[in-house]
Each structure stands twice: as structure tokens, then as C-alpha cells.
């Protein structure tokens, strides 16, 4: 809206030449900057290395407060209002753990490889770095106006090679390691090679480790390797020319950035062995301080499940799928492979075996052109289409029938999208009765059902009249018993759900077919991009295809320089389309002669890149040791800022803010990135974050015009209720802020209108910090307004001079003062600043109409404001006689003895209504209180000489009398 209200103007200047003003606040906020970067305040010793500080007391001593923002990454368009909030919030809270006495590690370094340099360089020739760095530059100096108190020595981009080198140096430990299950932990891969070469352990196969080649023995590796490159189902977007996460796809089976169709494909990828850890990254979730909501979050995306897994025979082989319900097995009645399955191809018959039913084919006069047609259909799909698509059940029967292992029945095997093989085998064992989905697909394909968990709501046991499955834990079982009384047979009839999945679990362990088991929704990790700038792989190919890794003397292997930085793209639909990365257009960077220890020779590049999420999956450890060329951290100040102690069982930073949106992908990432460096002991902390806050979202109004399109916001006028654009009406609706829809307010502007201090002082004002608030430009001018009452009451708006008295302050002063200290502290603290704001203006307006402020006072409202609105702080402190920083002054401390009101009014109630009101001290006990209760003549009034039955006494507050 175009409606504001101004700060000062030129009268205001000439009648009141020290106002504070947005012209006074720009040169106050400016010279306190330069201050700040000058005498680097805001630097952060650490106990060792070359941000070791020798003038400093015992560093490793003194209590550390590590602060953290989620990495941002540098936009071209810059920021807006909304961006800002949480780097705001942690600066307030830094600021006051420093005046507390800690030692505060904060900074902001930039997530800066992806693809949405790439795209722009695709579009202008502009090369990535180029623009990334202009975006960067430009993001310095909006967080640098803002009075961010950073340590600048800490700041990364993750595009720096010497950043990358450790990157890859991260990729290198993963990759040479593999996860021991029996020491739960992750080891270096040269142990297992031991293993093997000494015949602790046998190698897979059956071989011995000196009778494989190289390439033999780098394909056993793989299958152990925590880093390892494989043919896999991917989500494949044509449009992109890249593959994507899971978690890169939308609900819609489209792609996230640019809203291309993804495509399920067979290629080979890099992949991260993250499900190794599950167990770990649930477990260690009840060592961190985060919301209940996240935690929720990644535990359903773990998706840790108990159950079976259970061998089905078909023809010479077998189908093994796990189950939550291995109780139901007597009611399998069909099977369910993957479209996908490996095993599909070699269970085909020719020919469509007797009986089959039409339905069943798909059309098709073979099984195997019923499979192909299938599986082209299923391929345009992504797996959440398919999870998704529901309300019509599609599948095709593969000709094929397995044995149920504890019935003896034959079940035909289909294949149907609904069954995915990122989870579980990519197989289950359908049970219609008592699962839903599993119901509709037999109702579809007429296939048999068996009721083996008996009915509870009076439906009876045959499910040919039910209208959907019966689905309970609280049942027992029927109808699910063979060869009862023999040596093999099993009868589960009679027992609970609970102790049918015990017996059957140890009956199929005992008969070699099954065994009980956890599984996991977790997939590994997809690692590989087909991008230009990204991180490229520290991985050669000799001419056998065997892959090496470089030695960390040959890091980094920086991104070279290309042509073309587009990705091959191609018509979106074209799923049969396969990747071309960028990187293999170099040749002279993709072919190299390298002397990796037997002498030189010519090696390939790996020519895929690393997704942008590896680049923040470990800044955490370069802020605290950003120039250290020998380690990724020195353990020591690893230590310090990140060590577990018994407040942080698992160690973490003390405090990342960030939006929920990252609630899985990043956060789970970098666990588990952390996880392996403390098994490998190149850290001591177990986890990365230990608090994690989620800040809210600037919303703002968007405003439409009658094609539905977003119109420049700040050109909408009002009239009578109605909004009208250039004399057109237009609609006006709630949504986020941002360039697209054209509603975004620059912080510079609200800067050069009323100052930072102001805009800090607004942000957090606006509400709760963990809940979204709208923009609201015309109230931006209240937040203004105390700070200029703030400087009245100091400075004296005509001569400059001070104003504040020498005299001491008076009782109700000094109540007044440290009941907003104790409030603010507790507020600061709890990260609740919008009520410490209000407490801060509440104490400012007392201070205007007590008429003077003595200096005593002034000092501590001015060391309370300080984090909030720092520049004017740090003025009024220089004023006031300070010839230091007030950045690491003490923060005001509350005397107990004026935050406790004198006296408090204590209601007396008689039968229920209200009779006296008296003034108690707070101290006062409940048999006091009571004897001065009755004593009181209304209260004695009000009883008239009848019988007092009860008193109920709760000092200070209430006295409740009743009466016979």
C-alpha cells in the first residue's frame, strides 16, 4: 500500500536539530558499524589456532554461546523484509549472551552452489561464480546495515575451493568407510579390506579376497562402502537434465524448480548409505532441545517398523517381502512385486497360464507384453503419483503364482504401481481382508479374499459382504491353521494379534524362510547431480572402470571451466531420455594423467557434480576453524563450541534458527554427515545442533487484478473498503512476501525512512518469533516513535545536551526498573522479544511522565535496549560517558527485593461474591490471611453472625469464606 507515515522532516531538523531522526539514525548507525568492523567487536576467540587470542584470559574456561542461522542462500534479487527476521532474532539473543559474559561464535556464511546460478548463467552467459559473488557482495551490505554483530573472520561461501576441499575431503571419509552393524558405528574401509584378506570375515561369494581383480573387489566394497555409486531408480527430470530427490518432487509427481515432469529411470548414481544410521537417528533425537513437531517429522520419514520378512517360493526362486503382520500370512491370497523388481524378467511365463482371467492380462496376449506395457505406464509416474493414485487400482498379473510358506496355496504374483521399491523389498504379500489398499486391488481383479483376524463390529467372516477390510490390533485370530499337530505345522487360531506375530515369526525362523526384523521408509541418500555448479566428485575411473579416490594432496578438484554450463536438456516428456552432464564437455579436465602410487596414468573424472545440499551439511565445524589448512577442525576448539557437556548430552551448537520447511532434508542430512566424522573420531559431538528454533514467516498482501495477476503492491490505493490499481479494482489476499508477487518491501527502505534500529525493533515487536505475523508498513512507525522518546529522554533534541539527572532514584523508580529488567532477562532468555519490547516501552513511557530520568536509571534502560536496537545503544552509551563498547557491558540484573510488589490485593469472597478487597504483602501466610480476612469489618458485615463453615485461604490472593 502506498500509505506510510513519515519520519522527520526538514522542520522538525530545523526546530529540533539533535531529533533523533532517520537522518541522525543513518549517520549514528553507520559510524557504529565501522566502529564495530574497526576494533572487531564482535570477533570470537577460539582456544587454539590462528583465531586464538593471546591477550585473551583461558578461553577454553570461559562459557561459549554458539549461535546459528540456517544458511542462507544469496538471491539475486536480494532481500526482503521477511528475510531478515530470524537473522535479527539471533543477533538479539547473541548480543545479550555476550553481555552475559560468553564468548559468542556467530556468523553468516552462504550457501552458494546450485542451480539457480546455474540457470542464470544459462540465460546471460554470465558465469556462476560471477553472479554468485555480486549476490553475496550485495547480501553483506543489506545484513551489514542491519547491524548484524558477526564475526566476519568466520564467514564461508560454499564455493570457495578451500571451503570444497573439505567438502570433498567429508565425501572421502564416507566413501573409504563402511558401517560395522556389530560395533554400530562407522570404520574405515582398509579394516574390512583386513578382514577379508585374513579371514575374519568371509567374503561374499565364497572367494578369497586374493583370488578377486580390482574391479571384483571394488564391487564388494560397494555393497559395504557408506559412499557408493550404483545403478538405482531414480527420479529423472528430462526438462532439468538432472536427476532429483524424493524430496526434490512434488506431491504431483512434478519437479520443485520449474515444475517439469519427473520420470522413474534406471541409472547409475551416487549414493549416501544414510539408512545405516537409522536406528541412530531416531534414537539420538531424545538428546536434542527441538520442537516435538520436528522430531515427529523425522522419525515418520525414518519410518522404523517391526516385523517379518518372509520367504515366498516361485519356481526355482523365491519372493521375500517384509511385514508388519506376519499374523495375517493365512490370508495372503495374492502377491504384489514393484514394477521395477528384478526379479519380474525371470518369473514371465510365455504363455498366459489356464484359467487366467481377462482382467488380469491387461489386454496383452503375453505376460511379458502385459509387463512391458505396464511398466512403460508406471515409469511416467512419480512415487508419490503413484502412492497417491488410489481411487483406481491398476496392475497386471506377471503369469507367475508363488507358494504361501505356511498354508501351502498357490497366490498369483502381480505387479501394480501402488508397490514401490524404495520401500521395504519392493514386494509385499497382499492380505485383502484386513488391509485397505490391498482390498480395493482385489475388488478390482475379483482375487479371493480370507478373513484371518476376527471381526469385532458383528460383520461376520466372509468378506464377500464387507465394503472395505477390517483393519484392527484388537481381534485374535481364525481361519489360519495347517497341518496342525505335525512337527511343520503351525495354528495360530485362538491367539492375540501380538502373541500370532511371536509364534509365526519363530516358525518361520526355525523353518529357514523367514525371520523377525526391522525395516526402515528411509531410502540412501541420491548424491549425484548432472549439474555444472556443484561440488565435483574427488573420484577417477582407470581404463579397467575401477574407480579411485584422489589423494586429499590432490584436493580440491575445483570446478572447471566450461563452454556451456547448461545441463542437456530435453523435451520434458521424454522419458526414455538419459543424462549428460556439463563437466564431460571439458575433456581436457576429464582425461588427466595421474600418479596415484604405481606410477603415472591416464584416469577419467567423474563428471557428476554434488548435490547443493552437501555444502551444508557441515559449515557448522568451518565457522568455529574457517582458516585451518591441516584439519577440517582442530579438535579443540571442535571441543569447546561443539562438545557434548551434561546440559548437551550429544554436544550440538547451542542454538539454530530456521524455517521448518528444512524440518527433514537438510537437518537430516547433516546428522548424519556428523555422525559419521564422530565414529571416524574427527569429532567429539554427536550431533550438530543441539537447540533448534523455527522462526515464523513474514506474510503480506498480495493484491490481484482481474486475470488473477500479482500487481506492484505498493502502488494499491484504498477507497471506502475497495482497492483499486491504476483505477482498475483489484483483489486483495493474504500470501507470503516475495519479488513474484510484487509485494516485497526492501529493509533498505525501511532503513533509509526510519533507520535499522527501527526495522530491528519492528521485526520483533510483530509477534511471537515462531509464528507468522503480516507485514504492516504504516505500524512500523510506533517502533520509531520509542526510540525517539527513548533519545528525549537522555538528549535534549535542541542543544544536544544531556538531560538526564544525578539525582538517586526514587522507590517506585527502581520498581519500576527492575520489574522490567526480571521481565526482560526472562523474555531475552525464552526468546520471546516481543513481549521484552513491550516491557522496554512500557519502562521508557513511565520514564516520560515521571518527567526526568536520573542517570543511574538511564544507563540500565539504555544496556536492556542495547540487543534490540544496538546502534542508538551504543550512542547514548558513548554519551552517557562510556568510552567502551557496551557490547560486552554486563547486562542489567534484577534486585529481588523491588521486583516483589510491596503489597498485592488479596479478593475476599463470601458465598461466592466479592465483599472486601485487601492490601497484603506478598509474604503473608494463609492463617494470616485468614485471621485478617474475618477481622475485616465488610467481611464481617457480610456474614452477619451466621455460622462460618469453611475458609478456604490462598495467600496472597483469595480468601473464600462460606457460611451455614
Same mark, same amino acid.
Given at each position: 500500500m502506498s500509505e506510510t507515515t513519515p519520519a522527520s522532516g526538514a522542520a522538525d531538523t530545523a526546530t529540533a536539530p539533535f531529533r533523533y531522526s532517520a537522518a541522525l539514525a543513518a549517520e549514528i548507525e553507520s559510524r557504529w558499524q565501522d566502529i564495530w568492523e574497526k576494533e572487531g567487536t564482535f570477533h570470537a576467540?577460539?582456544?587454539?589456532?590462528?583465531?586464538?587470542?593471546?591477550?585473551?584470559?583461558?578461553?577454553?574456561?570461559?562459557?561459549?554461546?554458539?549461535?546459528?542461522?540456517?544458511?542462507?542462500?544469496?538471491?539475486?534479487?536480494?532481500?526482503?523484509?521477511?528475510?531478515?527476521?530470524?537473522?535479527?532474532?539471533?543477533?538479539?539473543?547473541?548480543?545479550?549472551?555476550?553481555?552475559?559474559?560468553?564468548?559468542?561464535?556467530?556468523?553468516?556464511?552462504?550457501?552458494?552452489?546450485?542451480?539457480?546460478?546455474?540457470?542464470?548463467?544459462?540465460?546471460?552467459?554470465t558465469h556462476p561464480r560471477v553472479s554468485t559473488e555480486a549476490n553475496i557482495a550485495n547480501m553483506r551490505q543489506q545484513l551489514r546495515r542491519l547491524g548484524l554483530g558477526h564475526d566476519p573472520r568466520r564467514s564461508i561461501a560454499t564455493i570457495d575451493p578451500e571451503y570444497y576441499r573439505w567438502t570433498q575431503w567429508i565425501f572421502l571419509q564416507i566413501f573409504n568407510s563402511w558401517y560395522d552393524e556389530r560395533a554400530a558405528k562407522a570404520r574405515p574401509i582398509a579394516e574390512l579390506v583386513a578382514e577379508f584378506e585374513n579371514g575374519d570375515r568371509e567374503v561374499p561369494g565364497g572367494r578369497a579376497w586374493s583370488e578377486l581383480n580390482g574391479a571384483e573387489r571394488e564391487d564388494v566394497l560397494g555393497e559395504y562402502r557408506l559412499a557408493y555409486a550404483k545403478e538405482v531408480p531414480v527420479n529423472w527430470c528430462p526438462g532439468l537434465g538432472t536427476v532429483l530427490s524424493n524430496e526434490e518432487v512434488t506431491a504431483d509427481g512434478r519437479s520443485e524448480r520449474g515444475n517439469f515432469p519427473v520420470f522413474k529411470s534406471n541409472l547409475r548414481q551416487w549414493m549416501m548409505r544414510i539408512t545405516a544410521y537409522s536406528d541412530r537417528?531416531?534414537?539420538?533425537?531424545?538428546?536434542?532441545?527441538?520442537?516435538?513437531?520436528?522430531?515427529?517429522?523425522?522419525r515418520n520419514w525414518i519410518g522404523r517398523s517391526e516385523g517379518a520378512r518372509v520367504d515366498f517360493a516361485v519356481g526355482e526362486g523365491k519372493i521375500?517381502?517384509?511385514?508388519?503382520?506376519?499374523?495375517?500370512?493365512?490370508?495372503?491370497?495374492?502377491?504384489?512385486?514393484?514394477?521395477?523388481?528384478?526379479?519380474?524378467?525371470?518369473? *514371465?511365463?510365455?504363455?498366459?497360464?489356464?484359467?487366467?482371467?481377462?482382467?488380469?492380462?491387461?489386454?496383452?496376449?503375453?505376460?511379458?507384453?502385459? *509387463?512391458?506395457?505396464?511398466?512403460?505406464?508406471?515409469?511416467?509416474?512419480?512415487?508419490?503419483?503413484?502412492?497417491?493414485?488410489?481411487?483406481?487400482?491398476?496392475? *497386471?498379473?506377471?503369469?507367475?503364482?508363488?507358494?504361501?510358506?505356511?498354508?501351502?496355496?498357490?497366490?498369483?504374483?502381480?505387479?501394480?504401481?501402488?508397490?514401490?521399491?524404495?520401500?521395504?523389498?519392493?514386494?509385499?504379500?497382499?492380505?485383502?481382508?484386513?488391509?485397505?489398499?490391498?482390498?480395493?486391488?482385489?475388488?478390482?481383479?475379483?482375487?479371493?479374499?480370507?478373513?484371518?483376524?476376527?471381526p469385532t463390529d458383528g460383520r461376520g467372516e466372509d468378506p464377500a459382504g464387507w465394503d472395505d477390510a477390517f483393519d484392527t490390533y484388537d481381534s485374535v485370530i481364525v481361519n489360519s491353521a495347517h497341518d496342525e499337530g505335525t512337527e511343520d505345522g503351525i495354528a495360530l487360531n485362538g491367539l492375540s494379534v501380538v502373541d500370532a506375530k511371536a509364534a509365526v515369526t519363530a516358525w518361520l525362523t526355525a523353518h529357514g524362510i523367514g525371520e523377525g526384523t526391522v525395516n526402515f521408509r528411509l531410502r540412501d541418500w541420491l548424491f549425484s547431480r548432472q549439474r555444472y555448479w556443484g561440488e565435483p566428485f574427488p573420484i577417477v575411473y582407470d581404463e579397467d572402470g575401477v574407480m579411485h579416490a584422489l589423494p586429499e594432496s590432490m584436493l580440491p578438484v575445483e570446478v572447471p571451466q566450461v563452454d556451456d554450463y547448461?545441463?542437456?536438456?530435453?523435451?520434458?516428456?521424454?522419458?526414455?531420455?538419459?543424462?549428460?552432464?556439463?563437466?564431460?564437455?571439458?575433456?581436457?579436465?576429464?582425461?588427466?594423467?595421474?600418479?596415484?602410487?604405481?606410477?603415472?596414468?591416464?584416469?577419467?573424472?567423474?563428471?557428476?557434480?554434488?548435490?547443493?545440499?552437501?555444502?551444508?551439511?557441515?559449515?557448522?565445524?568451518?565457522?568455529?576453524?574457517?582458516?585451518?589448512?591441516?584439519?577440517?577442525?582442530?579438535?579443540?576448539?571442535?571441543?569447546?563450541?561443539?562438545?557434548?557437556?551434561?546440559?548437551?548430552?550429544?554436544?550440538?551448537?547451542?542454538?539454530?534458527?530456521?524455517?521448518?520447511?528444512?524440518?527433514?532434508?537438510?537437518?537430516?542430512?547433516?546428522?548424519?554427515?556428523?555422525? *559419521?566424522l564422530h565414529d571416524l573420531?574427527?569429532?567429539?559431538?554427536?550431533?550438530?545442533?543441539?537447540?533448534?528454533?523455527?522462526?515464523?514467516?513474514?506474510?503480506?498482501?498480495?493484491?490481484?487484478?482481474?486475470?488473477?495477476?500479482?500487481?506492484?503492491?505498493?502502488?494499491?490505493?484504498?477507497?471506502?473498503?475497495q482497492y483499486f490499481w491504476q483505477g482498475e479494482p483489484v483483489k486483495r489476499e493474504a500470501g507470503k512476501m516475495g519479488k513474484s508477487l510484487k509485494n516485497a518491501v526492501a529493509p533498505d527502505e525501511i532503513a533509509d525512512e526510519y533507520g535499522a534500529d527501527t526495522l530491528r525493533l519492528y521485526e520483533m515487536s510483530m509477534g511471537p518469533l515462531d509464528v507468522s505475523r503480516p507485514w504492516d508498513t504504516r505500524a512500523v512507525v510506533g517502533s520509531y516513535r520509542f526510540l525517539q522518546r527513548l533519545w528525549r529522554n537522555v538528549v535534549d533534541e535542541a542543544t544536544g545536551e544531556l538531560v538526564v539527572t544525578e539525582?538517586?532514584?526514587?522507590?517506585?523508580?527502581l520498581r519500576a526498573l527492575h520489574k522490567a529488567v526480571d521481565g526482560v532477562r526472562g523474555d531475552m532468555a525464552g526468546l520471546r522479544f516481543n513481549t521484552a519490547v513491550a516491557k522496554a516501552i512500557e519502562l521508557n513511557n513511565y520514564l516520560v511522565k515521571r518527567g526526568s530520568t536520573p542517570r543511574s536509571v538511564a544507563e540500565q534502560v539504555v544496556l536492556m535496549v542495547a540487543p534490540l536496537a544496538p546502534h542508538i545503544a551504543e550512542e547514548l552509551w558513548r554519551r552517557l560517558g562510556h568510552g567502551d563498547s557496551l557490547a560486552y557491558a554486563g547486562y542489567p540484573v534484577a534486585d529481588p527485593a523491588y521486583v516483589v510488589d510491596e503489597t498485592v490485593t488479596c479478593v475476599v469472597q463470601v458465598k461466592g461474591k466479592v465483599k472486601a478487597r485487601l492490601e497484603v504483602a506478598p509474604s503473608i501466610s494463609d492463617a494470616e490471611l485468614e485471621a485478617l480476612a474475618l477481622a475485616d469489618p465488610a467481611v464481617v458485615a457480610a456474614i452477619g453472625g451466621a455460622e462460618v463453615r469453611k475458609v478456604i485461604a490462598r495467600a496472597p490472593k483469595l480468601v473464600n469464606i462460606v457460611t451455614g
Open positions: 576467540p577460539n582456544p587454539a589456532g590462528d583465531l586464538a587470542d593471546p591477550a585473551a584470559a583461558d578461553v577454553a574456561a570461559k562459557p561459549h554461546s554458539f549461535i546459528m542461522d540456517m544458511f542462507p542462500y544469496p538471491s539475486g534479487a536480494g532481500l526482503h523484509v521477511g528475510h531478515p527476521l530470524g537473522y535479527i532474532a539471533t543477533d538479539v539473543f547473541a548480543r545479550y549472551q555476550r553481555m552475559n559474559g560468553y564468548n559468542v561464535l556467530h556468523t553468516l556464511g552462504y550457501d552458494s552452489f546450485g542451480l539457480p546460478a546455474e540457470q542464470y548463467a544459462v540465460q546471460t552467459g537417528l531416531i534414537a539420538d533425537l531424545d538428546l536434542l532441545d527441538w520442537p516435538e513437531a520436528i522430531k515427529l517429522q523425522q521375500t517381502v517384509f511385514t508388519t503382520r506376519p499374523d495375517t500370512l493365512f490370508g495372503a491370497t495374492y502377491m504384489v512385486l514393484a514394477p521395477e523388481h528384478e526379479l519380474v524378467d525371470t518369473i *514371465v511365463p510365455a504363455a498366459w497360464p489356464e484359467g487366467t482371467r481377462e482382467a488380469w492380462t491387461g489386454g496383452a496376449a503375453t505376460p511379458a507384453e502385459a *509387463v512391458t506395457a505396464y511398466r512403460a505406464a508406471a515409469a511416467a509416474k512419480s512415487d508419490v503419483e503413484r502412492q497417491v493414485e488410489a481411487k483406481v487400482k491398476t496392475g *497386471v498379473f506377471t503369469g507367475a503364482y508363488a507358494v504361501n510358506p505356511v498354508s501351502g496355496e498357490p497366490v498369483p504374483v502381480f505387479i501394480a504401481d501402488y508397490v514401490l521399491m524404495g520401500y521395504g523389498t519392493g514386494a509385499i504379500m497382499a492380505v485383502p481382508a484386513h488391509d485397505h489398499r490391498d482390498f480395493a486391488f482385489a475388488r478390482a481383479f475379483d482375487l479371493p479374499m480370507r478373513c484371518v483376524v476376527e547448461s545441463p542437456h536438456t530435453y523435451d520434458p516428456y521424454d522419458s526414455t531420455s538419459t543424462p549428460k552432464t556439463p563437466l564431460s564437455r571439458n575433456e581436457d579436465w576429464v582425461t588427466v594423467e595421474l600418479d596415484l602410487g604405481d606410477g603415472p596414468r591416464t584416469y577419467r573424472r567423474e563428471t557428476n557434480t554434488m548435490p547443493n545440499w552437501a555444502g551444508s551439511c557441515w559449515y557448522e565445524l568451518r565457522y568455529i576453524d574457517p582458516s585451518n589448512r591441516e584439519q577440517v577442525v582442530d579438535p579443540a576448539n571442535e571441543r569447546y563450541w561443539l562438545g557434548p557437556t551434561e546440559q548437551k548430552p550429544g554436544g550440538g551448537a547451542d542454538l539454530y534458527v530456521g524455517g521448518a520447511e528444512h524440518a527433514v532434508l537438510h537437518l537430516l542430512y547433516a546428522r548424519f554427515w556428523h555422525k *559419521v573420531g574427527h569429532v567429539s559431538s554427536v550431533e550438530p545442533f543441539h537447540k533448534l528454533f523455527n522462526q515464523g514467516m513474514i506474510t503480506a498482501d498480495v493484491y490481484r487484478d482481474e486475470r488473477g495477476f500479482p500487481v506492484p503492491a505498493a502502488e494499491v490505493e484504498e477507497r471506502d473498503g539525582e538517586e532514584p526514587d522507590e517506585a523508580t
